[in-house]
């Protein structure tokens, strides 16, 4: 399996930035990789065993279940539906606690391709738009048509804002 992880530390507390992660009515404000995302079921909070719908804006999507989650540190997913040249996915997003003010947030997705030695040649394109995807949504100095930033959003949200 191939692996991409980043971390970036943030001025919030580990609280806050579990909790915007995860909070889908909120997701669009900070995920310019996205131009759709929700809890699928009726679900109304990420939960084990919860679906999400993540669209892209290349029109790609994914139905992932929650795995694991463990507010305010661990939520993990794994791929069941997705696009044709993804074999295997699963992600998992860790916030630390350094310390009452400041977090460190790591995210880690891991995935497998179809296609032998045609998935092996696209390897690249893919990895190349999971990390504009992560660097996009870290990115502090976005251009004015980009959506703001996690971190910029976590910069100036107060934690009463974070409810839909």
Not at 9 to 33: C, G, H, M, S
Not at 46 to 61: I, T
Not at 111 to 131: A, K, M, Q
Request: glycine content about 4%.
């Amino acid at each position: 399996m191939k692996t991409i992880r980043s971390a970036i530390n943030i001025a919030q507390p580990q609280e806050l930035v579990f909790d915007l992660t995860q909070n889908y009515a909120k997701r669009l404000e900070w995920d310019p990789y996205l131009s759709e995302a929700y809890l699928m079921k009726n679900a109304t909070a990420p939960a084990v065993g919860v679906d999400a719908y993540c669209k892209n804006r290349n029109g790609s999507v994914m139905v992932s279940r929650y795995i694991s989650f463990n507010r305010p540190s661990v939520a993990a997913v794994n791929m069941i539906k997705g696009p044709k040249i993804l074999k295997r996915f699963s992600g998992a997003w860790n916030v630390h606690k350094i310390d009452e003010q400041h977090s460190e947030l790591i995210f880690t997705y891991h995935f497998d391709l179809r296609w032998g030695i045609v998935g092996s040649l696209l390897t690249p394109e893919l990895l190349s738009n999971l990390v504009y995807g992560i660097q996009a949504a870290f990115s502090v100095d976005c251009s004015s048509s980009c959506l703001p930033s996690l971190k910029m959003t976590l910069l100036t949200t107060k934690v009463n804002k974070l409810n839909p």
